[in-house]
């Protein structure tokens, strides 16, 4: 593997430098990323083409919805399950519950899932019972519906400025 790349993409700095340029204009010229990412045209005209010719995407679309219009809010879950066996099955109730829309394990004091679900208005009520049954039935062990309902979501993106391509960190104020 060469220097500098990432185990997972085999990525270089360059590439991931251009890759986040694209997210935040994704119809940006190749003067614009040029200048953007501080190579030359004809170096960023080349990373695009290694990067159309991966046989493996380097990312992908996602809209972002406005839940609201479409009648839903963001119900945010932290489970407490501190054996492989409840996880495992916390996550197929993830998969296969219809308004999943993020999960990630958690680790630390509390060992568990961090779900996001996108549901209906009015069915926080349902995911409380759902939790609570499921705590009951020793499913898991424990769990907290995180109270965001009256705050605003906040949608961000990257910010090329911010990335470090030598260490491959974001710096943060």
């Known amino acids: 593997m060469k220097l500098g790349c990432l ?4 990525l270089t700095q360059k590439h991931l430098s251009v890759l986040i340029a694209l997210q935040e204009n994704p ?4 003067d614009w990323l040029s200048t953007r990412v501080g190579l030359s045209k004809s170096i960023v005209f080349g990373i695009m083409q290694e990067l159309v010719a991966r046989k493996q995407p380097c990312f992908s679309v996602v809209a972002t919805t ?8 963001n119900v945010d879950v932290l ?3 501190d054996s492989e066996k409840k996880l495992q099955q916390i996550e197929r109730l993830c998969y296969e519950h219809p308004y999943t829309f993020y999960r990630a394990r ?5 060992n568990g899932l961090f779900v996001q679900f996108n ?3 009015e069915s926080r009520s349902l995911l409380d019972q759902l939790f609570l049954l499921l705590k009951e039935k020793q ?4 769990y907290l519906i995180l109270p965001f309902e009256e705050s605003t979501t906040l949608y961000t993106t990257p910010n090329v400025d ?9 710096s943060f104020n």
């Open 79 to 81: 489970i407490k399950a």
């Open 7 to 10: 185990i997972t993409q085999d």
């Open 66 to 73: 406005n839940l609201w219009n479409l009648g839903m809010e």
């Open 106 to 110: 958690c680790f630390g004091d509390h």
């Open 119 to 121: 549901s209906p208005f």
């Open 162 to 170: 911010h990335w470090n391509p030598m260490t491959h960190q974001w």
């Open 27 to 30: 119809l940006g010229t190749y």
């Open 139 to 142: 499913v898991i062990d424990d």
